[in-house]
């Protein structure tokens, strides 16, 4: 039977709910990453490093909460505070005391954040970063790189050089942001003929969260570079934060950024974000005297910004990061994950196909133009290419195949390894990658 039959026979339950699915939500769902032909998986209940789907079916799950769940699903100390949280009440209308220990943990673990704001969400961040930049600077201008992802809101929607804004974008805002590639001179050159850069942002381990990796030392180059034409330094560590180090990607590299962007990780699993940094900058969000609150200060409501339910979550995350550091035991069994599936390719002479990334973050390409040898990518693999895993059809049946074994690999192409993954699970997840590349090879 082909990959795609045994999906369907294996998921009859989830093949019926995505039918009603499409009578409810544009495609049948809700995120764009979950759309998969023939249909997605639905799942009814999550524990630990496992998931089951509507149909039964164990999966070792590698979403992870869209990288938000580094210490898997349900873990006991996240679930004692959302249930005492609960009966205390989820919205107080008011300021609270846990939003305070939740940003003490911020500002301890994260480099340069003096003060900080709390958002709903990681895209509501990156929005805020913006303003504040351009409130501080009086400048208009942004640099964001190439197929960096910084959420969908428009003035930071448009990741091409493509001239054309995509549809539901007014032209108006493109010309607020420049798109530059990951080239050192090229920023330099814009820094050095343009005096209207307010910031540049970037996703500090490459776009997609490593998925397109940064040039070695890239980061510290561009804080270098940033500092020395006065322009600031977004870093947007809303999957890397609390992961690749506590203090995320500016610590390991030792760089302080002026703004950072977080979410994710931060709210413990919960819906919720922050943008801090720099004070005189976050100044812009205090109130002043009339003058000041009308020229340059920004406004900032939100119902759910520092919600309590996520502040109680995010405080019980983060005092475990603070404590036990449970990004170095994920990055471990990454580690072992990308190089066990790395033999496996290489047992099967897979050119052009190569498994990578960052620690607890993994992403598999899969049947790339450049046909590098098994399991060493080549830096010059084209970065859509990289950003997507490879080619469409064998992505599919990567993510489809993968999962009728018991594995749940984020979009078919990527994964975020927790805290409390095993190495039980490691093992079980290379032998279905490998039963997975047998199939593929079986139809192709
Ligand atoms: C690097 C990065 N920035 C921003 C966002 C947007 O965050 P949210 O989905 O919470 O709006 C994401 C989400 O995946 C992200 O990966």
Known sequence: MTIIDTYIQRHPRSQALFRQAQTLFPSGVTHDG???????????????????????????????????LLLGHGHPAIVAAVQRQMERGTHYGAEHELSLQWAHLVKRLVPGIELLRFTASGTEATMMALRLARAFTGKPIVI?????????????????????????????????????????????????????????????????????????????DLRELTLRYGVLLICDEIVTGFRVAPG????????????????????????????????????????GDAEWNQAHKIRHFGTFNAAPLAAAAGTAMLGIVAEEAPGVC????????????????????????????????????????????????????????????GDPRLVQLLRLGMNNHGVDLMRGRSGFVSAVH??????????????????IAAEL
């Open 34 to 68: 979950r759309y998969v032909a023939p249909f997605p998986l639905y799942v009814e209940r999550c524990a630990g490093a496992y998931k089951w789907d509507a149909d039964g079916n164990k999966l070792i799950d590698y979403w992870m909460g869209h990288g938000a």
């Open 144 to 220: 964001r790189f190439a197929g960096h992802y910084h959420g969908w809101h428009d003035m930071l929607a448009h990741d091409t050089n493509d001239a054309s804004a995509p549809a539901g974008l007014y032209d108006g805002v493109l010309g607020s942001t420049v798109v530059a590639p990951t080239d050192l001179d090229y920023v330099e050159h814009a820094l050095r003929s343009r005096t209207d850069v307010a910031a540049v942002i970037l996703e500090p381990t490459g776009a997609s969260y490593g998925a397109v990796p940064l040039p070695p030392g890239f980061l510290r």
């Open 248 to 287: 995320g990607a500016q610590q390991r590299e030792g760089i302080v950024a002026d703004l950072t962007t977080l979410a994710k990780i931060l709210a413990g699993g919960l819906p919720g974000g922050a943008v801090g940094g720099r004070a005189d900058i976050l100044k812009h969000l205090a109130f």
């Open 330 to 389: 994920a990055a471990a069994l990454g580690e072992r994950l990308i190089s066990g599936m790395n033999a496996e390719l290489r047992k099967r002479d897979l050119g052009g196909w190569a498994v990578y990334g960052d620690g607890s973050i993994f992403h598999i390409i899969a049947g790339c133009s450049v046909r590098f040898p098994p399991g060493e990518l080549d830096p010059t693999a084209p970065p859509d290419e990289l950003k997507r895993g």
């Open 422 to 439: 095993t190495m039980d699970d490691i093992e079980a997840t290379i032998a279905a990658f490998a039963a997975t590349l047998d199939a």
